[in-house]
């Protein structure tokens, strides 16, 4: 809950859960569990394991691995886990990302429900209960009708990078509608003003002013830098080759 992540259905990977629970039960001892500095290690092998998809199979070796070693960097201050180490996340795999299959898919996901993301229309912010009564669901932001009209890259309008987690309600509202279309409809429709919008927007790490300016190019390349930042800050690791002549070619610029 703490992570956000509201349903089994948005759980990157419940292998990972098996060694979690465990690390879980032997922090229990001394009340470790709830110290601030202890979940925040655990957390950092947690993302470490999504963003680096490393749970995916053959995990009987990796869940005694990380049992014990874990439990030995929080207990003893000793190396970091192998799953730590072993995390790599190549910044072009952001455009690989085009459903729910995959467990970074839903680590984006829920990094973006952390960051307090609020509804487009109402401006709650997507905790449980609003998850479940408004129907959160996720969405293209730049539409996918509206992409198409315009001939863009499939790769593109379609990863991760360009979806977020919104209503119902807001989604029937965008539409097949270019980006600044659509949020004067939100703006009529939820009687809010432009700047309240707009915070509303920059909560899932939209630039509103490329979004109300149908920049989707510049969209795109600034979205991916601040989904890189937070995979960075969830796994405490940095990513690499964020200036490499293949991202820029698929970019249009670094990410750096």
């Known amino acids: 809950m703490e992570e956000r992540i509201f349903s089994s259905a948005d759980l990157p990977y419940s292998t990972q859960l098996i060694p979690l629970s465990t690390i879980c039960t032997v922090l229990v001892d ?3 569990i709830h110290t601030t500095s202890v979940k925040n290690r655990v ?30 960097w929080i207990n003893n201050d000793r190396n970091l886990p192998k799953t730590v180490t072993d995390f790599y996340f190549n910044p072009m ?24 993301a609020q509804d487009f229309i109402s401006g709650t912010e997507m905790d449980f209960s609003t998850f479940a009564n408004e129907k959160i ?18 790769r593109k309008w379609n990863s991760v990078v360009n979806k977020t987690p919104l209503s119902a309600r807001s989604n029937r509202e965008i539409g097949g509608k270019a980006p600044s279309v659509y ?11 432009s700047v309240k919008l707009d915070q509303y927007v920059e909560s899932h ?13 510049n969209f795109i390349t600034d979205r ?9 800050t969830a796994t405490g690791r940095a990513i690499s080759g964020k200036d490499s002549d293949e991202v820029k070619q698929a970019f249009g610029g670094p990410l750096n």
């Open 205 to 217: 790490w939209i630039d509103h002013r490329m979004l109300r300016g149908d920049d989707f190019q």
């Open 43 to 72: 957390k950092q092998w947690y993302w470490c394991g999504v963003f680096g998809e490393l749970y995916g199979s053959a995990n009987e070796t990796r869940y005694a691995n990380d049992i014990v070693q874990v439990v030995d």
């Open 137 to 154: 669901d996720i969405h293209h932001i730049f539409p996918k009708d509206y992409c198409i009209e315009k001939g863009y890259d499939k």
């Open 224 to 232: 991916a830098k601040k989904l890189l930042i937070a995979i960075e």
């Open 93 to 116: 795999r952001l455009l690989g990302l085009q459903s729910r299959q995959s467990a970074a898919y839903k680590g984006v996901m829920a990094l973006i429900l952390q960051n307090h």
């Open 183 to 193: 949020l004067s409809r939100l703006e009529n429709k939820g009687s809010v003003s």
């Open 30 to 32: 001394g009340n470790k």
